[in-house]
């Protein structure tokens, strides 16, 4: 028997490989009251790739400051704004394609996390209606 998924807005990740998903793409989790252990972390569903578990990617200052403290500590510090380009640009490419993958319903939600209100969608979408 399966229970959930109980996703939230916002990215999952999987335990096992470390794959981030919409809340939609998440599956029912088999065997789920074996899996859980009570009073730890909820898990919000199965991974579509290995079956693990996957749980709520939550915005975490603390991650943050401890790398801002090391990139305080590099030799120029002021010539490191490249660093990450091409681990954002990879990041967000895997996050526009798992929203893509998802129809309109995942690119839906991708948009409004990213800020866009829902006039600003519906006119991307009337704009491509010729
Ligand atoms: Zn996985």
Redesign the pocket.
């Known amino acids: 028997m399966k229970e959930g998924p109980f996703a939230e807005e916002g990215q999952h990740r ?1 335990d ?2 470390g ?1 981030a998903w919409t809340g939609p793409q998440l599956e029912g989790m088999d065997d789920f009251f074996e899996r859980v252990t009570p009073g730890g972390v909820m898990p919000s569903g199965q ?1 579509p ?2 079956g ?1 578990l996957c749980f709520p990617v939550e915005k975490n200052e603390a991650a943050v400051e401890e790398v801002m403290a090391f990139v305080k500590g590099l030799k120029n510090p002021d010539s490191d704004a490249w660093l990450l380009d091409e681990v954002v640009h990879d990041a967000a490419a895997h996050a526009a394609a798992t929203a893509n993958n998802n129809g309109l319903q995942g690119q839906v939600e991708f948009l409004v996390e990213q800020g866009w209100a829902a006039k600003e969608i519906v006119k991307a979408i009337k704009d491509t209606q010729g």
Request: hydrophobic letters at 0%; one cysteine or more.
């Open positions: 999987c096992n490989c794959k991974c790739g290995c693990s």
